[in-house]
């Protein structure tokens, strides 16, 4: 990683931009897969496959038999381990539900908020070198809780963990879609798949802007995306192969990928280079994280002040915190997608199975943006009773703003009451 020492403040926005994507011209790309989708339906589904993959459909759907023999297919010590996650997972997002409240705000007037699901969702997990059946869980766990009546998955990969992961949570209706098209298939509904109101999941360059694409057409989307990334502030207190190990776990994810390693100690700095370039060397995916380590830098700053400050404006999609008083530090983030405290609390531990869910937002939008939970999953839908004496406590309030906006008919529908 390249090292840079005390950083004038001036400099901090061109060091902490994320490598650029020229999205206008997957856009490009991308547009005419949405429109054929959408005009042909399943038809344009089996071209697109049989082009970009190579594979010809003759069912778009899952067949049942190979969801239920996927279990069979897993080592009973996966099985154990996606079933811990499972309990942990539900533990975390069950715990998320609030009751309504109901509120008298002046007397005969009763407000309240209540939360449902949203009626079709649509999750999206993606072929490539790695099966996210993590994301199955990330995502239909707190759709089942939330009471989504209806929860479709499309990918293009038949992985049993995928399967088994996807059984569990309750989803039962799998197709056999990967890619843009599988986006627009759950946005625009085919003969053969159903529409959705909201998609959910992870995937290319392609995939991305194909979200994005059909949420100016109105489907809801869990966040804007951009590749994964990490930051982790280190002092002294830090293990540098703890780091290092955080650091590699991140890149392995892909070439455009971002790591970011912000510390108070050189010496630190120093020797999780040295524990980079040694693990490095084990990794099976060691291409790609050495790819996505051109990307990535280390700060050396003088002060945590600075390196808060810092590490607000990256607003990191997750952000490690190997420093010794890591838990009062993370009182003064306010921006970061995920916090993670403390040498034993690695980002594999959210991705997989701690609780929290892994679903965050990315490229500094977690600025604004929450990670998904079970809020992301429901609509909240407010609610209010007037009785009669509340209308007479009220009407006039009403009725006085209403004329001052010279809408009339909003004024009469209170005079009317009043006056029966």
């Avoid at 190579?54 to 067949?63: A, G, I, N, Y």
């Avoid at 879609?177 to 003969?191: C, D, L, R, S, V």
């Avoid at 609780?355 to 079970?374: D, K, M």
Wanted: proline share 4%; hydrophobic share 40%; charged share 20%.
């Amino acid at each position: 990683m390249k090292i840079i020492k005390f950083p004038d403040s001036s400099a901090y926005k061109a060091i902490l931009t994320r490598p650029v994507q020229d999205i206008s011209v997957i856009e490009q790309r991308v547009t005419p897969i949405l429109q054929k989708v959408k005009a042909e339906g399943d038809a344009a589904i089996r071209a697109f496959a049989l082009q970009f993959d190579k594979t010809v459909l003759d069912s778009l759907e899952m067949p049942e038999e190979s969801v239920k023999k996927a279990e069979s297919q897993l080592s009973d010590e996966l099985l154990k381990a996606i079933n811990q996650a499972y309990i942990n997972i539900y533990r975390f997002h069950e715990a998320q539900k609030q009751a309504p409240e109901k509120i008298e705000t002046m007397e005969g007037v009763t407000c309240w908020r209540k939360s449902v699901g949203i009626d079709k969702v649509g999750v999206y997990i993606p072929g490539g070198t790695a099966p996210l059946f993590s994301t199955v869980l990330m995502l239909g766990i707190p759709a089942k809780i939330a009471g989504c009546n209806e929860v479709v998955l499309c990918t293009p990969s038949d992985h049993p963990a995928i399967l088994y992961a996807a059984r569990l949570c309750g989803i039962t209706r799998i197709f056999r879609i990967g890619g843009a098209q599988a986006i627009a298939a759950m946005a625009y509904g085919t003969e053969t798949v159903p529409q959705v109101y909201k998609i959910f999941g992870p995937g290319n360059q392609y995939v991305t802007a194909a979200k994005m694409l059909v949420n100016k057409e109105g489907i809801a989307i869990d966040m804007p995306a951009g590749p994964s990334e990490v930051a982790v502030y280190a002092d002294d207190s830090a293990n540098p192969a703890f780091v290092a190990a955080d650091l590699l776990s991140q890149a392995e994810h892909g070439i455009d990928s971002q790591v970011l390693l912000v510390s108070t100690s050189e010496k630190l700095i120093e020797a999780t280079n040295q524990e980079l370039e040694k693990q490095l060397k084990a990794l099976p995916r060691a291409e790609f994280a050495a790819k996505a380590l051109e990307n990535s830098q280390a700060i050396l700053v003088e002060n945590e002040s600075v390196a808060l400050e810092m590490l607000n404006q990256y607003a990191a999609e997750h952000l490690i915190l190997s420093v010794e008083n890591a838990e009062e530090v993370s009182e003064k983030i306010y921006n970061a997608g995920s916090i993670f405290l403390g040498n034993y609390t690695p980002e594999s531990a959210g991705d997989y199975a701690s609780g929290t869910n892994h679903t965050l937002p990315t490229n500094g939008y977690a600025r604004a943006y929450s990670g998904v939970s079970l809020d992301t999953f429901v609509k909240k839908i407010t609610v209010q009773h007037i009785t009669r004496e509340g209308i007479h406590h009220l009407g006039q309030t009403i009725i006085e703003m209403a004329q001052a906006e010279s809408l009339e008919a909003h004024a009469n529908a209170v005079r009317v009451r009043l006056q029966s």
